[in-house]
């Protein structure tokens, strides 16, 4: 069953690890994880766009026209799936430095799971005042982090000790990461992508 793992790592993280371990998913599995958990922030970004407004501060809701918000959203798809395989790549990468030898679908499921309250925190959208959302982040952010520090050394197969240094890199990575899209959003923006509004 697709995303039959969610409730456990809310519920009780330790122990799910401990069943993704135990055994492991296809590359397939967790690809779809990826592509059904990324629609979440994407639609509900969308749709609060286009139909609610974002309230950044005083005065009317800011609104986007629907072809914008589309573009938006897509482009925000590929970026959040994109980011999800390369932290991936970029863990496997890492983790013979730490004495681990996983596969990159072993990788792969610690990104997904580990980014998947992250991407819940979409929801937040569909109450689009900024306070909010940015407190729904900032907890989406840290059980997430929370998620990968258990995680890691129960996935990787290595001691708490450098579990903890390990999960440490890839969270730095993930914040680069995280940069280097930012950096790419105020590129395009700036080139004449940016977002139309409604008046």
Same mark, same amino acid.
């Given at each position: 069953?697709?995303?039959?793992? &969610?409730? !456990?790592?809310?519920? $009780?993280?330790?122990?799910?690890? =401990?069943? +993704?371990?135990? *055994?492991?998913?296809?590359?397939?599995?967790?690809?779809?994880?990826?592509?059904?958990?990324?629609?979440?922030?994407?639609?509900?970004?969308?749709?609060?766009?286009? =139909?609610?407004?974002? /309230? +950044? !501060?005083?005065?009317?809701?800011? *609104?986007?026209?629907?072809? /914008?918000?589309?573009?938006? /959203?897509?482009?925000?798809?590929?970026?959040?799936?994109?980011?999800?395989?390369?932290?991936?790549?970029?863990?496997?990468?890492?983790?013979?430095?730490?004495?681990?030898?996983?596969?990159?679908?072993?990788?792969?499921?610690?990104? /997904?799971?580990?980014?998947?309250? &992250?991407?819940?925190? !979409?929801?937040?959208? &569909?109450?689009?005042?900024?306070?909010?959302?940015?407190?729904?982040?900032?907890?989406?952010?840290?059980?997430?982090?929370?998620?990968?520090?258990?995680?890691?050394?129960?996935?990787? $197969?290595?001691?708490?000790?450098?579990?903890? +240094?390990?999960?440490?890199?890839?969270?730095?990575?993930?914040? +680069?990461?995280?940069?280097?899209?930012?950096?790419?959003?105020?590129?395009?923006?700036?080139?004449?992508?940016?977002?139309?509004?409604? =008046?």
């Amino acid at each position: 069953m697709i995303l039959n793992h &969610l409730w !456990g790592l809310y519920a $009780h993280p330790k122990e799910e690890w =401990h069943t +993704i371990d135990a *055994r492991h998913e296809s590359f397939r599995y967790s690809l779809i994880h990826i592509l059904l958990i990324a629609l979440i922030p994407s639609l509900c970004a969308y749709y609060s766009a286009v =139909h609610i407004g974002w /309230s +950044i !501060g005083v005065g009317e809701p800011i *609104r986007l026209t629907a072809d /914008s918000a589309m573009m938006l /959203s897509v482009a925000m798809y590929v970026a959040l799936i994109g980011g999800v395989f390369a932290l991936a790549y970029l863990a496997h990468w890492m983790a013979h430095t730490f004495g681990s030898e996983p596969t990159y679908t072993q990788t792969l499921e610690l990104a /997904s799971y580990t980014s998947t309250p &992250l991407f819940m925190v !979409g929801f937040a959208a &569909l109450f689009p005042e900024l306070w909010f959302v940015m407190l729904v982040g900032l907890a989406g952010l840290t059980y997430s982090v929370y998620l990968l520090y258990v995680g890691v050394p129960i996935l990787m $197969h290595i001691p708490e000790e450098r579990g903890f +240094i390990y999960a440490s890199s890839v969270v730095t990575t993930g914040l +680069i990461l995280l940069v280097c899209v930012m950096t790419a959003t105020a590129i395009l923006w700036s080139s004449g992508f940016g977002p139309a509004f409604t =008046h």
